[in-house]
Structures are given as C-alpha cells and as structure tokens.
C-alpha cells in the first residue's frame, strides 16, 4: 500500500457530506479492523448526524498517531477526563473530513506546528468511553499516521496531564487496548515507508 504525506489544504477541506466519510473509511489501509469498518459503514449511513458528538450509539471521531521519525518514537497524552494514556485525537464536531479532523485534533492537543498528516488512514476502531458527566457511548475512530518535525517538542492543553515520546519497544509497558497496539505497528510500519 502506498502512503502519502498530504500537502495540500485542498485535501483537507472541511465537509458535511457523509459520503467523504464513507471515502476515507473504505480507504483505510491495514488488518484486523474490518468488522468495525463495517459497523460504521451502516452507522454512518443509518445516521444523517453521524459526525455530531451528540449522536448516539456514538458518532465519528478522528485519531493521529504522531510519530517523530528521527526518534523513531510516538507521542501519547494521559489524557485528562479518561486517565489513560491515547494518542492525540478528538470529536469531527461534523467534519465528515477524517484526515482533517485528525490532523486539527493532534495540532490542538499537542501544541506542534508543522505536523503533516499522511494517507490514507491506517487503522478503524469504536470502542466505548464512558467520561464523567457524560452517557457511556461509542467512538467511532477513523486513525491517520501524522509526521511530526525532527526533534519536536509538544506542549499539552487542559485535555493532558501529561505528553511522552515513546518508542515501539516502550510501548509495552503502557497499558493500552488492543485497538490502540495494532494502530500503532501500522503506524511505525507506514512511517518507514515514507521519504522525509
């Protein structure tokens, strides 16, 4: 499969329109996810407001894993609400425009410029966050690898307690899902595949 580093903001346009949804989770690239694409093919078209985080069962969510390849290292945050360690991402807040949603949630919660988001995504996912104050209901993940500049430092936001550097091999001792360690070795596996 081949990956690209997106360039140009007209492939990040903004949209209302399900069927870009649609597009980015039929070109999702990788193994293991297929039973949740599926899933949120049929959500997506059973729900014209599927892209809104008030829509239940749950509602479309975009997810960067960022990876600075001259560390050869991934960021996760302790994220704030969940007190758990993730990678960077958030609510479409009706951008049906998956890569674009990734790559503003990981510019937010990081604090890097010059993040660049690659295509097309590498990993889907729903799993159920359950956040204080809020119905347990699902997230309905489309995952995209983004670059990170060499040497990067991020700056967190009030949805982090805490952001880290970690490599493939570190990745082991945080706790996290299964969803969470397959969208990871595709995403170091996709980044190796790219020219810097």
């Known amino acids: 499969m081949s990956f690209t580093i997106t360039t140009t903001s007209e492939e990040l346009v903004s949209s209302e329109d399900r069927a870009v949804a649609r597009h980015h989770l039929m070109c999702a690239t990788g193994a293991g996810f297929e039973h949740d694409r599926r899933r949120i093919l049929e959500l997506v078209d059973e729900h014209p407001d599927i892209a809104v985080r008030t829509c239940r069962p749950g509602h479309l969510t975009g997810s960067a894993f960022v990876v600075d390849p001259s560390r050869n290292a991934c960021l996760l945050l302790f994220h704030t609400k969940l007190q758990r360690w993730l990678q960077p991402g958030g609510h479409a807040d009706g951008d049906t425009n998956l890569a674009n949603v990734a790559l503003r949630e ?57 952001l880290k550097w970690v490599t493939a091999e570190e990745l082991a001792s945080f706790d996290l899902d299964d969803g969470t360690h397959r969208m990871a070795a595709a995403g170091f596996a996709a980044a190796k595949t790219l020219h810097h």
């Open 106 to 162: 990981a510019q937010e919660e990081t604090g890097i410029t010059g993040l660049h988001v690659v295509t097309p995504a590498i990993d889907v996912d729903i799993h159920e966050v359950d956040p204080p104050n809020e119905d347990a209901h699902l997230h309905l993940d489309v995952r995209y690898l983004v670059i990170a500049p060499a040497g990067s430092e991020p700056v967190g936001n009030h949805e982090s307690q805490a």
